[in-house]
């Protein structure tokens, strides 16, 4: 469907898929799956929350940062560019999602989870805030005024350099 779906759109429309982190479990249907498609694919948005990713309790560094790592692939077998990987965090009611109106006073803040992003590879695609039940389309919830927009306002969201994302390498067997 994503290869039909790229030759139907017109030129500079973009696909993206947000899979849940269970999905983009390395050699799982799913991830194979994105190897196949991953040139028609512009963003890569795997949602770390709703499954075994807790970001508010483990931080970007757990296991967020491995299954980050294994969608770039290996300098054989490259997958997606550290800047088509947008990290998904929820800021309701989700399994793993900080909630309002202070999503900082979790051991693993978005500001936190920035920073290690950031610190890990840099340029990236950043981070999307999955929003339930929290706004309309009249008033977006993304960066609002129960903390969400500090991040911005303090200038965390914008800390990485202009060097080149890493490349991960595949440890010897």
């Given amino acids: 469907f994503t290869r039909l779906l790229r ?8 696909i993206t898929h947000a899979p849940p982190d269970s999905k983009v479990v390395k050699d799982s249907g799913y991830f194979n799956n994105l190897a ?3 040139d028609n694919i512009d963003f890569l948005l795997p949602q770390f929350y709703n499954g075994p990713v807790k970001l508010k309790e483990n931080g970007f560094d757990g296991t967020a940062k491995k299954l980050f790592t294994d969608l770039q692939g290996t300098p054989d ?35 936190t989870i ?9 340029p990236n695609g950043g981070i999307f805030l999955y929003s339930l039940n929290l706004g309309t389309l009249e008033q977006p919830i993304a960066f609002d005024a ?17 060097a080149e994302p890493a490349v991960p390498t595949q440890a010897p067997v």
């Fill in 36 to 38: 196949l498609m991953k």
């Fill in 77 to 111: 077998a490259k997958l997606f560019d550290a800047k088509q990987l947008v990290i998904g965090v929820c800021n309701g009611d989700c399994i793993d999602g900080y909630g309002l109106p202070d999503p900082t006073s979790t051991p693993h803040s978005v500001v």
């Fill in 7 to 14: 030759t139907q759109l017109p030129s500079g429309k973009i």
């Fill in 146 to 162: 129960n903390g969400w927009g500090n991040a911005a306002k303090t200038g965390h969201l914008d800390t990485c350099t202009t």
């Fill in 114 to 122: 920035v920073d290690q992003l950031n610190a890990f590879v840099c």
